[in-house]
Nanobody
């Protein structure tokens, strides 16, 4: 079993910052990519930032220059530093782990339960 637990969400004023964390635990051998996907009410979940095991990163245009994703492979943890937050960033932010190889050599994708980020104007 593999679990992803997010933390760090909250309420912040526009222009402020938050740092999200997501720790993966369980029968993990390796994780290919980790990412963050916010989902606002009435909208689809959208991947906005991802980082591979080698450290390569990708960002959606909507967050480039404002969000920074990083990971600690030893801790199986991914972070999302969010700066210059805007009201339109308000969403539940889900962490996902792509192509997780378990100790039994199964390969699966996993999602966390999400953490609420609210940006007030």
């Amino acid at each position: 079993q593999v679990q992803l637990v997010e933390s760090g969400g909250g309420l912040v004023q526009a222009g402020g910052s938050l740092r999200l964390s997501c720790a993966a635990s369980g029968t993990i051998f390796s994780i290919n990519a980790l990412g963050w996907s916010p989902q606002a009410p009435g909208k689809q979940r959208e991947l906005v930032a991802a980082v591979t095991s080698g450290g390569s990163t990708n960002y959606a245009d909507s967050v480039k220059g404002r969000f920074t994703i990083s990971r600690d492979n030893a801790k199986n943890t991914v972070y999302l530093q969010m700066n210059s937050l805007k009201p339109e960033d308000t969403a539940v932010y889900y962490c996902n782990a792509e192509r997780v190889v378990t100790t039994r050599r199964g390969v699966y994708d996993y999602w966390g339960q999400g953490t609420q980020v609210t940006v007030s104007s």
